[in-house]
């Protein structure tokens, strides 16, 4: 796999501040961690600092936080974005929007974009990049494709509260970081998704798809920004190689991204 991990990361075990906000208002009222937690392992295994960015911040409190981390990580969610974003009639199918989830990942993105920090935006969170960007959405995969393809179960969980796993299926990268990462054009992805990218929003280009045609990651190009955001969810496939490359690349693009020359490494 391809690595851009500089040699002082080592030499100082220096682990970037990767924000990572909560999945959803209701869950963290209810302090609901299990599956926050996947993300915050996943970042912690790849040498970063998790900071979990609370939901229920007021807006300046959020600006403050997201000025003191390295990166963000937007996670995945069952809710789906307000239509109304994208000027859309809601999908019979459509979950209810977060609005203060909605108004944190719009936030984490204004500030990301502004300073140049990197984003891994996952599930939830790359449709909402996409729509931040102004993009838009397909609202109901199965109705709205038509596909063979099992994007999502019809329940992530058994009455026993055990987790159902993802359908897998394949997906084809096209040039890209992701290809890099991957070292080669095909791989398998897991998926628990009914929703995806429609128009890619302004500065993304689609860079993977599946055999039927949803869009499965786009990247940036309006500058050199490491942002990517993939609809399947590397956070829950520990032991995939392409896993691991997307968390270790998202680090190395934060220790050695220009927030870092203000001095923090210093006080490490």
Request: hydrophobic share 40%.
């Amino acid at each position: 796999m391809a690595s851009s991990m500089p040699d002082h990361f080592h030499d100082n075990d220096f682990r970037p501040r990767i924000g990572v906000p909560w999945r959803m208002a209701q869950e963290e009222v209810a302090n609901n961690r299990p599956r926050i937690e996947k993300y915050l392992r996943a970042v912690q295994s790849a040498g970063g600092e998790p900071v979990v960015v609370s939901l229920l911040l007021s807006p300046e409190e959020l600006k403050r936080q997201a000025a003191e981390l390295d990166a963000f990580l937007l996670t995945g969610s069952p809710a789906d974005l307000d239509p109304a974003h994208f000027n859309a009639k809601r999908h019979p199918a459509t979950a209810d929007a977060d609005f203060a989830r909605e108004r944190t990942d719009f936030t984490l993105l204004e500030h990301a974009l502004i300073t140049s920090k990197p984003v891994l935006a996952i599930c939830y969170g790359v449709q909402s990049l996409n729509v931040f960007l102004g993009g838009s959405l397909i609202q109901d995969i199965p109705s709205e494709v038509g596909t063979r393809i099992c994007h999502s179960p019809d329940e992530d969980e058994t009455p026993s509260g055990e987790e159902i796993p993802d359908p897998m299926h394949g997906a084809q990268f096209d040039p890209g970081r992701l290809l890099e990462l991957s070292g080669g054009p095909h791989a398998d992805i897991n998926s628990s998704h009914h929703q995806s990218v429609l128009e890619p929003g302004s500065g993304l280009r689609i860079t993977s798809r599946a055999p039927d045609g949803v869009i499965e990651a786009v990247e940036w190009n309006g500058d050199s920004n490491w942002i990517i955001g993939v609809q399947w969810h590397p956070e829950r496939m520990p032991a995939d190689p392409l896993s691991q490359a997307l968390f270790h690349d998202l680090v190395a693009a934060a220790v050695s991204g220009s927030s870092l020359k203000v001095g923090r490494a210093k006080c490490l």
